[in-house]
Structures are given as C-alpha cells and as structure tokens.
C-alpha cells in the first residue's frame, strides 16, 4: 500500500508539473517583457521555468545576474547554494532544478552615488509584487524561503534576525498560505551568518528545510 500510495503521488506530482508549466512559461514570457519601472536596468532576470511547490524570493538581482541571466549567479549565490548543499545535500543545479527562483524586484536596481546597490523603492517593489502574486496563484507553494531583510519583510513583521531566522511561520500571500522558513541574506558584506548565534540559527533553518515534507516530496520526485 505504502508503495502503491507512493506512485500515485509521484504520477499526480507529474500530471500538475506538465499542466503548470505551459501556464509558467506564459508567466516568464510576459514577466521578461515588463517594464513598469523606468529605473530598473533590464533585462528582468529569471529563474528556471520549475513548476514547484517550493518557491525561494530573493531581494534584487545585483548587476553579474542580468549579465549572467540567472539569480544569484555570482558571490551571495556561491555562499547560497554552499548552504543547500551543507543542509540538504543538494547540488546547484538541483537546487534551481527543484525549487522555484522568485525575488521582491526582479531588474537590477542600479548603483547609489555613495556605492553599493540601491535598494528598490516602495513604488518599485508595489510594482513587482503584482508577479509573485500571479507566481503563488501558478505554483500554489507550501514552503517559501524568503533570503534577506527585504524579502522576508514581504512576508514577516520587521523584528530582529535573532527572531526570525531558525523559525518556521505560517504566512499568508494574496489568498495563499504557505510555511515561512526565512534565512539570511548571503552576502559577503554581512558577517551575521559567519557569528553567533547567526551561524546557529542557520543551520536550524537549514535543518527545518532539509525536514519539510514537501522537499521530501520534492527528493522523491526528482529521484524517479
């Protein structure tokens, strides 16, 4: 029975990836040609077209993703996946192969005069949101992994790092629910993930991942 039951898990997994995935390459096709905010610096950068109940919201791209045409393509993507494959033993290309790659904005934001990214204003973030909305409403998640202050903001009152991360939440998105398991942003320029009791609670947070039943679901899938 356990097996039988198994299967028909997987084979329904397979009918509803074949049956999102032309609605999510419309999605990515319209996505690709936005431009509702004359700041942005195209082109609108994407992820795979994985039609998954795992979705992961970064914050911007910075200014290697657009050049590279993928999310976190380059150092906070390099510590990013070095966590995924600590805490769940899984590859990059797993990783992007299983999870879906959403973000607060999705052009990069451009430079601030003093250096550095510029951080997205609210009219700008207002203007994306109206994509995730569409992306839960596709993908119907059950775990969303917010990476960052600003993307976990979009999902978690503001509350200190110590608070937050380690920690599974039931959130509501549009007319979603879904589990909560933030983690911190993985850029070089900030040491909390490297101290404690950073580096703890990340590894809980991985460890809350690793032990969700829909990356189960997911591991199973992907290994037929």
Aim: a positive charge.
């Amino acid at each position: 029975m356990e097996r039988l039951a198994a299967s028909i898990l997987f084979l329904s997994q397979i009918l509803r990836e074949r049956m999102s995935a032309t609605a999510l390459d419309r999605h990515l096709a319209a996505l690709r040609a936005c431009n509702r905010c004359p700041r942005m610096h195209k082109p609108v950068v994407v992820g795979r077209p994985v039609a998954s109940r795992i979705v992961l919201i970064g914050q911007a791209p910075g200014d290697k993703e657009p050049v590279l045409g993928r999310p976190f393509a380059w150092t906070a993507g390099k510590t990013l996946f070095k966590w995924f494959a600590a805490g769940l033993g899984w590859s990059e290309d797993e990783v992007r192969g299983r999870i879906y790659f959403a973000a607060v904005c999705r052009c990069f934001p451009g430079k601030r005069a003093e250096g550095g990214d510029r951080v997205p204003s609210p009219e700008e973030i207002g203007a994306c949101a109206h994509w995730l909305e569409r992306e839960f409403e596709l993908l119907r998640p059950g775990l969303v992994i917010p990476v960052g202050k600003l993307a976990i903001g979009q999902f978690l009152d503001p509350a200190a790092l110590k608070d937050l991360i380690g920690r599974n939440f039931r959130v509501r998105y549009g007319s979603r629910e879904a589990d909560c398991i933030p983690l911190p942003h993985p850029s070089g320029a900030s040491p909390w993930h490297r101290m404690e009791p950073g580096k703890t609670l990340l590894g809980r947070a991985l460890g809350l991942i690793a032990a969700h039943p829909i990356v189960k679901e997911s591991e199973f899938g992907s290994n037929k």
